[in-house]
């Protein structure tokens, strides 16, 4: 079985987007592409409309990814439980389409006896601690965020140390949207560590539009782009990807 990098889309939000194409289409978009879209929910002491719940949930299925939505205070461990389980479903995804190359278009991990599912899932729980890790944090900053972000912040930060205690490799990167001038602005570049949060969050400013398909476009881009700068320079690697993806 080939290794490469999983790479994830991880976006957090409150409510609706109310500007843009279709955001369930754009985390179809990323899933054709190799990227899983996960989305949290995030509440105050408020509850979330029903347009919003669809829309979140949506994105996800779209994205091939997890949805939860939750109050602020459990921030911290959805985010860490999301991105974990997340990465389990995209291992198991892998080891199923290779089950079927080797027992035929019909076989899956549960049509295994249960020893060598056992062994299966060894190596899936492996692969989560030693697999390269790319997370791109999409952070709805619009005015109804506003007093979420600290807690935001921290949850990001924690993210950071639990993954960093993995084996494998690990790369983070935060957008925000709306940005200043445009639908979405770069908060932080690739980096294995988030501590430099702590400095930034609280110069942000909250308003505005909440643009999540145009925020989903361009956080694709972004991940193309690292690619395409990584081919350039000669150090490219090969992704764990759907067999539609690129």
């Known amino acids: 079985m080939r290794t490469g990098t999983l790479r994830q889309i991880l976006l957090i939000t409150d409510g609706c987007s109310n500007h843009g194409e279709d955001p369930a289409a754009m985390a179809a978009l990323a899933r054709e592409q ?5 989305v949290i929910g995030v509440l105050d002491q408020d509850t979330i409309d029903e347009n919003g719940r669809r829309e979140i949930e949506a994105i996800a299925a779209a994205g091939g990814g997890m949805s939860q ?9 959805t985010v860490q439980m999301v991105t974990r389980q997340a990465m389990t ?14 027992l035929g278009s019909n076989a899956s991990l549960e049509d295994l006896p249960p020893d060598k599912r056992g062994q299966v899932m060894e190596v899936v729980d492996e692969l ?15 005015g109804s965020m506003k007093t979420k972000l600290p807690t935001v912040k921290e949850a990001l930060v924690d993210l950071s140390l639990s993954l960093n205690a993995r084996m494998g ?8 949207f709306p940005g200043k001038r445009s639908h979405v602005e770069k908060l932080v570049d690739w980096t294995p560590r988030m501590e430099e949060l702590s400095a ?12 999540t398909g145009p925020a989903l476009r361009e956080a694709i881009a972004y991940f193309e782009r690292k690619r395409s700068l ?6 490219g690697d090969e992704p764990y990807v759907e067999e539609s993806s690129l």
């Open 200 to 211: 930034i969050f609280p110069k942000l400013a909250s308003g505005g539009l909440t643009p």
């Open 230 to 235: 990584r081919s350039w320079i000669g150090h």
């Open 128 to 142: 989560g601690e030693t697999v390269a890790l790319e997370v791109l944090i999409l952070i709805d900053t619009s």
């Open 89 to 102: 479903q995209t291992l198991q995804g892998l080891v199923n389409r290779e089950l079927k190359q080797i």
């Open 34 to 38: 190799g990227i899983t879209v996960n």
């Open 169 to 176: 490799a690990n790369r983070f990167s935060v957008l925000i």
């Open 69 to 77: 939505i939750v109050y602020a205070k459990q921030l911290s461990q």
